[in-house]
């Protein structure tokens, strides 16, 4: 199957400062990927959809300016949390979606805002 | 508006113990119908895609099955290392950018 990575793994950082994340495919290149995120013992809310070349798609109630997405290449999206806060604090996880439209997803990232 | 409902939330079998996980979807056409494992603390791994009515997929002890309204996971003599949360997720012929709709996952739990 298609692998994708993340990195960091898990994140601890002050409130106030700012935190990027990066998800990779590394078999397959991938126009379209997806960042969740996944509170506890629930199910995973779709953030936004990036789409290389262009502006990410945010679903609603999705603050873009804070969560600023970048697909500048066809392997790699980034998501930064700007100017983080606890609230923040949750498992952020992207998926790459292939060519037969089946999406494979990251390890996810665990975000600690102290 | 799409809707993926997964039962039961919970299930706890007995090593070799077969069942069966259910998803029920509502969609205004099915471009596919993903079933994915969940462990702690780690993101989806796919298992399977079903398109079509009558459509079955098998890997192991697993095997998934797809009607007009529900798909099933059966679990064939389930084993300790099957213990995980299972996510069913639709993707709609009319939804935009080819975004999919999770169920809120059936966690099973299978005791040695």
């Known amino acids: 199957g298609a692998v994708v990575s993340q990195h960091p793994s898990r994140v601890i950082c002050k409130s106030g400062t700012s935190v990027k994340i990066e998800c990779r495919s590394l078999?397959?290149?991938?126009?379209?990927m997806f960042w969740y995120r996944q509170f506890p013992k629930q199910s995973l809310m779709l953030m936004a959809t990036?789409?290389?070349?262009?502006?990410?798609?945010?679903e609603q109630g999705v603050e873009k300016d804070k969560f600023l997405i970048n697909h500048a290449s066809l392997t790699l999206s980034t998501l930064t949390v700007t100017s983080a806060h606890p609230e923040d604090s949750s498992f952020y996880i992207c998926?790459?979606?292939?060519?037969?439209?089946?999406?494979?997803f990251g390890p996810g990232t665990r975000l600690l805002v102290l | 508006e799409d809707q993926v409902t997964q039962s039961p939330e919970a299930l706890r079998l007995q090593e070799g113990e077969s069942s069966s996980l259910n998803c029920s979807y509502t969609?205004?056409?099915?471009?596919?119908l993903f079933w994915y494992r969940q462990d702690p603390g780690k993101g989806p791994e796919f298992l399977f895609t079903?398109?079509?009515a009558g459509e079955e997929k098998e890997k192991e002890r697993l095997k998934a099955t797809l009607t007009k309204k529900e798909s099933f996971l059966h679990i064939t003599a389930p084993k300790p290392e099957d213990s995980a949360t299972y996510l069913c997720?639709?993707?709609?012929?009319?939804?935009?950018?080819?975004?999919?709709?999770f169920g809120k996952g059936t966690k099973l739990s299978v005791i040695p």
């Open positions: 998926s790459a979606r292939t060519a037969q439209e089946t999406q494979y």
């Open positions: 078999d397959f290149q991938a126009t379209t």
């Open positions: 990036s789409n290389e070349g262009s502006k990410a798609t945010y």
């Open positions: 969609v205004s056409g099915l471009r596919g």
């Open positions: 079903l398109y079509s």
């Open positions: 997720a639709v993707h709609d012929s009319g939804a935009g950018s080819y975004q999919l709709t």
